[in-house]
């Protein structure tokens, strides 16, 4: 049986702030499910809720070492649907507002990380695999190899590091690396990038297998243009490179029997999705209008989400006769021009401008079509949710949209959503205008790609095997 720990900074549903937390929540039941024997490790957040600290049982109390310092490390752990997760406490670390945004980012990653290394002879557990994850894990990998490949129980690991943002590297000035993350001048080659301290270079150089969330990715990442700076790198060491589709928990975001929702539908009958509809515009105040096209966006309001593209045809598109909802909050420029929306096309836009998980599902239910302009989409979750539920993706050709979204083509009714292919606000809205005149004029067609798209296989069932032929290929 193969074991795999896998290193995270976030999981479902203990603590998530976006598509790694879905990931860390959801693949490792699907590789126990396939017979391994699959753990995840998180750090023990001050916001993960008491009703789950609950069911944690303490295991040991360890010490940590870095440079200096010497830090207590609690280790906890509970099972969740096959799957044993260890939560790493230190509230000096982890007892903080947020889970990421603070100006010792670098330090608490670091002993999260120097911590799953050194937790394993105490809960006697040393994986085939370690599998780690964006630059906040990146350390474990660089670690197993720089520090703990010559001890005996440590040397037969392997190391798989996942890249799910090529934007978010862990930059830091070389002078921390001795002292924060332990690493004397020998490693600096190791992590150098451009004359900083690069980690995720580092895991690119130490790990056994690079992986990243979509085969189109895999491939954008190679170039410079998608590459933030890595290219060269990644091209040195492309032979380690494979791109594996993400899946959802298909149980999770389930129309079915998802308790977020007011009222339950399936492929076969989905009237339930007209009462979430009703809700919707119901508690947000929205003219109650059943057969009003809907559009929603559920994002980060960053830029690489397409937000400008957005700005730039929003006042155009609501000409027409649809209702327009966007869930999310990020950046300042983009809450303030979604709000600006709402005010003048009040019968018409709502902006909810908040992180809100449960809010999320209601919204997937009650929309008819899901817009996803992203410039870059390493995978992205939400079209293969919003498709769960019914409300057809429009997307941009980029990334794992690509990879999971084809585009409908009338004359043999194939594709499962709408796509447009260049970076260009009114080649969107064209896009959009289509598919808003198809739902209004051909009723029935609507329904049988609502149907269609609900029923797509987006579990983890596929990508989960390809896992476990790639850890097969390193073990
Ligand atoms: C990141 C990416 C997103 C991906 C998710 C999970 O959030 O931006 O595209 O779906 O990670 O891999």
């Not at 690079?210 to 990442?221: H, M, N």
């Not at 009237?271 to 980060?300: F, H, N, W």
């Amino acid at each position: 049986m193969k074991s795999i720990l896998f290193a995270a900074s976030e999981a479902l549903p203990f603590a998530s702030t976006g598509g790694l937390g879905d990931v860390a929540g959801s693949l490792p039941a699907a590789l126990a499910k396939l017979g391994c024997d699959a753990r995840v490790v998180i750090p023990l957040y001050s916001s993960i809720d008491e009703k789950y600290r609950r069911e944690m049982h303490f295991i040991c109390a360890i010490r940590v070492r870095l440079s200096w310092r010497n830090q207590y490390c609690g280790v906890f752990s509970l099972v969740k649907d096959g799957v044993t997760y260890y939560f790493l406490d230190n509230e000096f670390y982890f007892k903080r507002v947020s889970m990421y945004g603070n100006y010792d980012d670098g330090e608490r990653f670091a002993f999260f990380c120097k911590a799953v290394l050194d937790m394993m002879p105490y809960i006697d557990f040393f994986p085939d695999i370690l599998h780690t994850n964006d630059w906040h894990t990146a350390l474990a990998a660089i670690y197993l190899k720089r520090k703990y490949g010559q001890i005996e129980r440590y040397s037969e690991i392997r190391s798989v590091h996942t890249i799910h943002n090529i934007e978010y590297q862990g930059v830091y000035d070389f002078s921390i690396l001795d002292d924060v993350f332990d690493l004397p001048p020998s490693n600096a080659s190791i992590v150098d990038y451009n004359g900083l301290v690069n980690l995720t270079k580092g895991a690119i150089v130490c790990c056994d297998r690079l992986t990243t969330v979509s085969p189109r990715y895999a491939e954008e990442i190679m170039t410079e243009t998608f590459a933030s700076g890595l290219h060269y790198i990644l091209g040195e060491n492309s032979y380690k490179i494979v791109g594996i589709l993400n899946g959802i928990d298909v149980d999770y975001y389930n129309p079915a029997t998802d308790p977020a929702i007011p009222a339950h539908y399936t492929s076969d009958d989905f009237s339930g999705k007209a009462t979430c509809k009703a809700e919707l515009q119901r508690r947000y105040g929205l003219p109650v209008e059943p057969d009003k096209p809907m559009i929603a966006m559920i994002s980060r309001l960053a830029s690489h989400k397409g937000m400008n593209l957005v700005e730039r045809i929003l006042d155009e598109l609501l000409q027409q006769d649809v209702q327009f909802v966007v869930l999310g909050k990020g950046e300042i420029q983009y809450e303030r021009f979604f709000r600006g929306i709402e005010e003048r096309y009040n019968n018409k836009a709502r902006a909810i401008i908040e992180y809100n998980k449960e809010l999320s599902k209601l919204v997937y239910a009650a929309s008819d079509i899901f817009l996803m302009p992203s410039r870059t989409e390493p995978c992205g979750l939400s079209q293969m949710i919003a498709s769960r539920y019914g409300s057809i993706p429009l997307v941009r050709e980029t990334g794992g949209l690509y990879d999971s979204i084809k585009n409908y083509n009338p004359s043999d009714r194939s594709g499962n959503g709408f796509t447009f292919k260049n970076y260009n606000a009114h080649e969107m809205l064209f896009a959009l205008k289509d598919a808003v005149k198809f739902m209004t004029e051909s009723h029935e067609e609507w329904e049988a790609l609502v149907r269609h798209v609900m029923n797509v296989d987006f579990s983890w069932d596929l990508s989960a095997e390809r896992y476990i032929d790639m850890y097969s290929e390193i073990i």
